[in-house]
């Protein structure tokens, strides 16, 4: 997943996963009914509310797959609590008017800053799974990345929903050959991007879903862009994958190529060589490595590393639209949010996530008229201030 607070939102997790260095036989978990929860509210307003109604809808081993993160969390609640200890420094008497939200990215442009990350597994959260989400995403003039590990085949995405734009999340596998397979459904299908995930030589230690002993999809779904003739292939986390294998993918395809999970400013620095489009800074909604920063904190580094050459965008933590204006002020070109998007399906399928959405684009445009900025491009750093708390 890509986001942590989500499913992750994200950014992309799921249990079909193999790891190049110890591969062992999936067992398929034991379901169970979602319980009720008293204080779940019957219309959710908010992004909490939207979550608990989630929570009460889904079964416990889903919830936490969704929610959950690496080791003991230090970096799911990092990721969160980053965005409280920064402040909004508005301007005033600006006759800015009604603020403008639309920005341009490599592979197209969104009405609002505002995209939906990366997250796996759809129809755990409601049966219409991605199908729903993109037709949300469309409604809402956004993008939506296509995990990997879709529920929905991405060409069938496409399909549900003709008006949207899509990105495709990709795991670069050591079959090269079945990676360039991937790309061409992408491409087919009509994304204008490819999202590469780069933080993932293994895969993250998820106590919850360890408890749960969730090691695979419930009977009847699957990793539907992974279908290779009769069977469905694993999605491999190797320790092998390198700057070299982004090169091949380069030279596989035209499509803007965007890394997500890079952290470190050097590693920032030897992406422009190596011809992306673009870089998300993101610790995968803190499913890989725990204790990695919040991404929030992550971001001026990144930025500064790049110096403009490519735009810059983040995940993890989004939850209001004052935090998009945060990351924004802070050189994000935009943001991406998964666990959010996924509460919204849970909650009510495709209109959940419109209304998450709806949120999110109020939120940013009442945050830009306080702020007195007529568009996103008028934030800045001096517009926040870091607290002690």
Excluded at 157 to 183: C, I, N, R, S
Excluded at 186 to 191: D, F, H, L, S, T
Excluded at 203 to 226: F, S, V
């Amino acid at each position: 997943m890509a986001d942590a607070g989500t499913p992750h939102a994200a950014d992309e997790h799921f249990p079909h996963v193999t790891d190049a260095r110890t591969r062992t036989a999936p067992a398929t978990p034991a379901t169970s009914a979602a319980p009720t929860a008293p204080d779940a509210p019957a219309e959710p307003r908010t992004p909490r509310e939207f979550e608990a109604t989630a929570r009460a809808r889904l079964a416990p081993e889903h919830y936490d797959y969704f929610a959950g993160g690496a080791g003991d969390e230090v970096t799911v609640r990092a990721n969160e609590a980053a965005f409280g200890r920064l402040s909004l420094l508005p301007r005033v008497l600006r006759g800015a008017g009604r603020p403008r939200t639309d920005v341009t990215l490599p592979g197209g442009r969104a009405a609002m800053p505002v995209l939906v990350a990366p997250t796996a597994f759809h129809r755990l959260a409601d049966p219409e799974g991605e199908r729903a989400t993109a037709r949300a995403a469309a409604a809402a003039g956004t993008i939506m990345i296509v995990s990997m590990a879709s529920t929905v085949a991405v060409g069938d995405v496409a399909a549900a929903a003709p008006g949207a734009t899509l990105w495709f999340q990709l795991y670069v596998q050591p079959d090269m050959a079945f990676t360039e397979t991937l790309v061409r459904r992408a491409e087919a299908a009509g994304c204008r991007a490819l999202v590469v995930t780069v933080d993932s030589p293994a895969r993250g230690l998820r106590d919850r879903e360890r408890h749960h002993g969730l090691q695979d999809l419930p009977e009847g779904m699957a990793c539907e862009n992974l279908r290779d003739g009769g069977r469905v292939r694993p999605i491999v986390m190797s320790p092998e994958i390198s700057w070299e294998h982004i090169g091949l993918l380069r030279e596989m395809t035209r499509l803007p190529i965007v890394l997500k999970g890079v952290t470190h400013p050097a590693d920032a620095r030897l992406a422009l060589g190596h011809g992306v489009s673009g870089l998300l800074v993101s610790n995968h909604g803190g499913r890989q490595l725990d204790t990695v920063p919040a991404a929030v904190d992550l971001l001026p580094e990144i930025v500064a590393a790049v110096g403009g050459a490519v735009p810059v965008l983040m995940d993890g933590g989004v939850r209001r639209g004052t935090d998009v204006l945060k990351a924004l002020a802070l050189g994000a070109r935009a943001v991406a949010v998964g666990r959010p998007v996924i509460w919204g399906l849970a909650a009510d399928g495709e209109r959940g996530v419109t209304r998450v959405l709806d949120l999110l684009r109020a939120e940013v445009e009442h945050a830009l008229t306080l702020c007195g900025c007529a568009s996103v491009h008028d934030l800045d750093p001096d517009m926040v201030r870091r607290s002690c708390r």
